[in-house]
């Protein structure tokens, strides 16, 4: 065991000594489910994380478990219970579906939830809107194209439950308002990439983790959405193995990962 004092002051946690009591008793029952009720949530998802890491618990994805109790606690906050049963049915439906199913193939990330998490916020924010006009999901198109008008970039995460709802009946077929991409008219010059290039490769006041991110977007036309998932194992030193691996499950968040990295940018691998 590494750091066997620091597990010792731990257990000695009174929140710790009641949930393992608990469990022991079999008043808390030995499940995720079981735990999924119990405070404070940073000990118990400690807890869970010791309880499957030596076989006790079923292995379940974590950010998928803290985005499960993040929900609960969300859903407790909207007091009226027919827009509360509806986020429901699309965390349950939807997005739990889509997320168990990525989770099967790598671990997530806290993008992924937060992005989740984004959806149901806005999608909650929108409901809200509608019963303080008096409307309901199903005549909603005024106050649709009036939502989407004032802050169009926060808004967009309700659109992804907007979708659900019209393809599941739930609402009319009605027309969202497209992604608007801002960019450049111009594109880069080649002689301009290329100075743009050799400042990145030696301006030492910049940090190494942007300057990886740079050169990716410079020599692989790669986008930021793409590079920020990349992990220290997908630079390595003398080679750039992105493009052959840009369809890797296992991504995780790039700037802690970069700042170790060594990217050499003399070949395109």
Known sequence: MDRPKSRLIWLRNPNVVRLLRGLAAGSIPLTHDGLHQETPWRTVVHLRDLLMDSGVLPRVDRQLLLYQRWLAERLATVEDPEPRRLLQHFATWHQMRRLRSKAEKGPLGRSQTNQTKQEITQA?????????????????????????TEKLATRRPAQTFLRWCMRTGRMPRLVLPPQVVSQDEAPLH????????????????????????????L???????????????DVVEGHARFPQRRRAHRLRAAKRGCEGAVLSTTTRG
Request: overall charge positive.
């Open 124 to 148: 909650g924010a929108f409901l809200a809107r509608l019963a303080d006009r008096g409307r309901t999901i199903e005549h909603c198109q005024q106050a649709l194209d009036a939502w989407h």
């Open 219 to 233: 020599l692989y036309a790669q986008p930021v959405t793409r590079i920020v998932l990349l992990a220290a194992n």
């Open 190 to 217: 080649q002689h301009h990439r290329l100075v743009v290039r050799r400042r990145v490769l030696h301006d030492d006041s910049l940090p190494l983790w942007a300057r990886i991110a740079a050169t990716l977007v």
